[in-house]
C-alpha cells in the first residue's frame, strides 16, 4: 500500500483496447515499460518485456478487500 504499481498509461492507438505505461518491477526496484489489456471485465493483463524475455502477470478484481 501506498505505492504507485502502474504509471504514464495512455492508449496505444496502433492496438485498439490496449494501453501502454509503466509498472513497478520490485526485484529490480524501478519502472518497466508494460502493454495492458483487459481480456474480459473483470481481468486486467499487464506484459512487460526485459531484454528478449517477456513475462505477463493476470489481476482480478477482488471483489471486496481481504480482511475487512
Not at 55 to 68: D, F, K, L, N
Request: aromatic share 8%; no cysteine; charged share 30%.
Amino acid at each position: 500500500m501506498g505505492r504507485v504499481l502502474l504509471k504514464d498509461v495512455v492508449s496505444d492507438e496502433s492496438n485498439t483496447g490496449s494501453w501502454r505505461g509503466q509498472i513497478y518491477a520490485e526485484r529490480l526496484q524501478e519502472y518497466r515499460d508494460a502493454e495492458i489489456t483487459l481480456p474480459r471485465p473483470d481481468q486486467m493483463q499487464i506484459k512487460v518485456k526485459v531484454g528478449f524475455m517477456s513475462r505477463t502477470v493476470s489481476w482480478t478484481r477482488a471483489e471486496r478487500i481481504p480482511g475487512q
